[in-house]
């Protein structure tokens, strides 16, 4: 093995590394012995020259250097292959009979700037770090090797690869992916294809989660097709429907409400602002029997909360649902924009806690990494305080074991929830 050069760290910046997070920042770097070449490996020791691991070096990045590994590995397809298997071991132990998972999480699972999403038989890989843009054809081969999937399809349209010196990717980077009867497949193409070329003939794909099948769109649907994180909570939620009226908040394609739906809600209505995940989730609704249960509108979620909630002097708002669903977007991207995103939690909540019905259930969820579970709680009960109820907190939420959580890196841990009882 060629020598690397080596990244020396302050005194004092080790320890971090050493517990296990990942990222370099340029103002951890005492300095270089030789010069790095953007993407390419480097060795990270600390000021005493002890060794803490390889990893990718960018200089247009805040994150300098991604550490990869504790010791000196080969970045190439037989290094991605053994890890990728390591991950998709940890899946196999407590999602036994998943066929759409997360196979890879970035951070995780110790390779920093990847995700591979596994939807049936096609794998769908999101990359925002330069290192493993460089070795995208090494990925994809370990891919292939391990899961030889019908196609591979790139959503690297994250905003994050601009800090990282990195455009916008999507496209077929292995095989053809169509829907079942689509006349003309999507084919891998050397340069691959715009986004919005793609999205102009999007195909889809039937997913299924907990018995449940979902028409997702891979090309221009929200994240890389399907909100896999939250595969338990659509389970949990689901034991607070039977019999009631449900009022499904940011709904997507349907995964709180047609989980309601079918644990025996009365009638679920869905909300959501895009009119294809509307028209989506209708399809899903009947494409499981469920369509008799379901309505929905393709509406902006905040004007209709305060429109519902609205009355006139001396009017009170009548309660209308049983279980209401609040699975927003993140509110927020930085922490600069942490208190805009708290009054928009607030607003969501004030409005929804009118709605439900004394003895009713709220399932809300963040899944912003800059909030954590006590701001959102509290923001919660702020609210309630607002508007006079008490509540009863009966259950918390956090992503699936798909979307491993490694304490010494917060980054990991992101989505939190929880339901809530209306005592009062």
Known sequence: MESLPTVLLKPGE??????????????????????????????VKDHRQRLLGVGFFNSKSKINVRILSLERVEADQGFFEQRIRAA??????????????????AESDFLSGLIVDKYEDVCVVQISAL?????????????????????????????????????????ILAGEFRETGARTPMSASPAGEGHADLAARSP?????????????????????????????????????AKGAQVLDCFSFLGGFGLHAARAGAAHVHLLDQSAEAVALSLRNAAANGLADKCSAEAVNVFDWLKASTVVKPHE??????????????SFTRNRASVPDALRGYKEIHLRALKLLKPGGTLATFCCSH????????????????????????????SQGPDHPVIPMIPETEYLKGFALELVR
């Open 14 to 43: 080790a320890d971090r590394i050493v517990a296990g997070h990942p990222w370099v920042y340029h103002s951890s770097i005492l300095r270089l012995t030789a010069q790095a070449g953007d993407g390419e490996l480097v060795q």
């Open 88 to 105: 998709l071991a940890v899946r196999r132990k407590h999602l036994p009979d998943a066929t759409s998972f997360r196979v890879v999480n």
């Open 316 to 329: 009170r708002v009548i309660p209308r649902f049983d279980l209401i669903v609040l699975d927003p977007p």
């Open 204 to 240: 889809s794909i039937i997913v299924n989660l907990n018995g449940l099948r979902f028409e997702t769109d891979l090309v221009a649907g929200h994240k890389t097709g399907l909100y896999l994180d939250q595969r338990m909570n659509y389970q949990a939620v689901a034991q607070w």
């Open 131 to 171: 290192g493993m843009e460089k070795r995208k054809e090494k990925i994809v081969a370990a891919l292939q090797k391990i899961f030889s999937p019908r196609a591979i399809l790139e959503r690297s349209d994250v905003a994050s690869r601009k800090f990282e010196g990195l455009e916008e990717a999507n496209g």
């Open 370 to 397: 800059h909030v954590d579970a006590r701001t959102f709680q509290d923001v919660i009960l702020s609210a309630a305080f607002d508007c006079r109820r008490v509540l009863r907190r009966v259950a918390t939420y």
